[in-house]
């Protein structure tokens, strides 16, 4: 016979036991276990359970925690309310007491616990077969498993009471293990890309630099070749190399190859120009065209006599600064007033006047100068400008002053006030009011970017407009002796004439001679040129 634990009937078989549960207990009302209370809802009885038999019910809650009872769904809430609230009952009934308590219950109490032991696992299976019968799924079974099972530790199998217990156990034993694939690959996975990115990175950078280095070493080596500081000889190498070129393409027969060398040999060793590339007379020529014609000129302005020395071979292409020397000096010798200064001194050859520079800074004349061309000028093609010339022609005591057009001074980026300071300078002599005037004035050395030039007289036109008279070392002397004619044509002066409009660059600098130095001045002027300074218009 078995006894049921909620109202004590006795049935004869186990399936007469979980139709009587079913019936009796399960479709009907929540019945208190202990003082056989009816009539109140799942919560109500709760709530007497708790306050009525405290003591019965607190065994309970330390073995079977009713939270894991939790809802299945809507349509099973009376069947989850009446079976939770049975089971709490029978649970704290039947629950594991110390060992002294079990000894002092009743023999009939505790027999009771076995017949419920038995009973409710008796019901879990009824509850199982009621969910298959009633067409629950098998999630709602797995669900009522877990809910009803004592929950394991999914990573060594331990099994808890309670599911608080197994949470604490997980999060301090196996805490580490805790999400640790994820955070592992995504640290794997992030270690990665930044390591790829940063070899990217560093690709990236180093082919910038080296592309960067690339281009500045091909300016550098582009400005050497332009400043003629690339190692590939000097004048006499360019001299030989172009005219075994001429010879190569039938302009230059052997035998003048031949004569042109023995004289180009002799021209160096002696550290003379040539002459080959000089024209004189030019502005004697100049003066009688003036008189004679012109009529659209009120007034010019001529400088001391001057010859005309245009490139060569040797020095195309870098040779202007030398040629503009040349050109100033030889005003220079043709001036008594210079005797003192340049006696013994003849027009040099170009690497003549790279070695007096060199001697000019060894004297210590412009220091930062000559560590820019590394104090070498020999045997190179280094160009040279302003300041070169002013070294030179200071260590020769010959007084002359750097004037630097630093910015335009008119519209169109013209400079009206370079051409002021030149008809200043050449008009500053008591001449009257003739047409032409003939000034024992030298020259004026002319340089902007990339080229220089000699300045050798003004107009004053008929319109007030000036225009400003120049000799280029660029022009050969076959148009240069087109000026050498009796009867000049006003178009061969269109090679001498600059108007403001003509002279656009940004900058222009000019050394303007004015007089010898003495012994003292000159020392005080290298002095001076440790810092150079020029100065400045405006």
Known sequence: ?????????????????????????????????????????????????????????????????????????????????????????????????????????????????????????????????????????????????????????????????????????????????????LEGMDRVQCSSDLALAHQLQQEEDSKRRSEESRQEMEEFQKLQRQYGLDNSGGYKQQQLRNMEIEVNKGRMLPSEFHRRKADMMESLALGTDDGKTKTSGIIEALQRYYQNAATDVRRVWLSAVVDHFHSSLGDKGWGCGYRNFQMLLSSLLQNDAYDDCLKGITVPCIPKIQSMIEDAWKEGFDPQGASQLNNKLQGTKAWIGACEVYTLLTSLRVKCRIIDFHKSTGPSGTHPRLFEWILNYYSSEREG?????????????????????????????????????????????????????????????????KFVGNLKHKQYQIVAVEGALSSEEKVARRQASQVFTAEKIP
Do not use: W
């Not at 894991?68 to 769904?73: A, E, P, V």
């Not at 009934?93 to 032991?117: R, W």
């Open 1 to 181: 016979m078995l006894s049921c634990d909620i109202c004590g009937e006795t049935v004869t078989s186990e399936p007469d036991m979980k139709a009587h549960l079913l019936v009796v207990h399960m479709e009907n009302e929540v019945i208190c276990p202990f003082c056989k209370l009816s009539g109140v809802n799942y919560d109500e009885m709760c709530f007497h359970i708790e306050t009525a038999h405290f003591e019965q019910n607190t065994l309970e809650e330390r073995n079977l925690d009713t939270t894991q009872y939790g809802t299945l769904n809507n349509k099973d809430d009376s069947l989850q309310s009446t079976v939770g609230v049975n089971l709490s009952i029978h649970s704290a009934c039947a629950s594991n007491h110390p060992k002294g308590s079990a000894q002092s219950l009743p023999e009939d109490t505790l027999k009771h616990n076995e017949v419920y032991s038995e009973n409710l696992s008796e019901s879990r299976k009824f509850l199982k077969s009621r969910g298959k019968q009633s067409g629950l799924s098998e999630m709602k079974e797995s669900i009522y498993e877990t809910m009803y099972s004592p929950p394991e530790c999914p990573f060594c199998g331990k099994i808890e009471e309670y599911g608080q217990d197994m949470e604490t156990h997980v999060k301090t034993k196996h805490a580490s293990l805790l999400d640790t694939p």
């Open 433 to 497: 009011n003739p047409k032409v005037v003939c000034t024992s004035k030298p020259p004026i050395y002319l340089q902007h970017q990339g080229h220089s030039r000699t300045i050798v007289g003004i107009e004053e036109r008929k319109n007030r407009t000036l225009c400003l008279l120049i000799f280029d070392p660029g022009c050969p002397s076959r148009e240069m002796q087109k000026l050498l004619k009796q009867d000049i044509e006003a178009s061969s002066l269109k090679q001498l004439r």
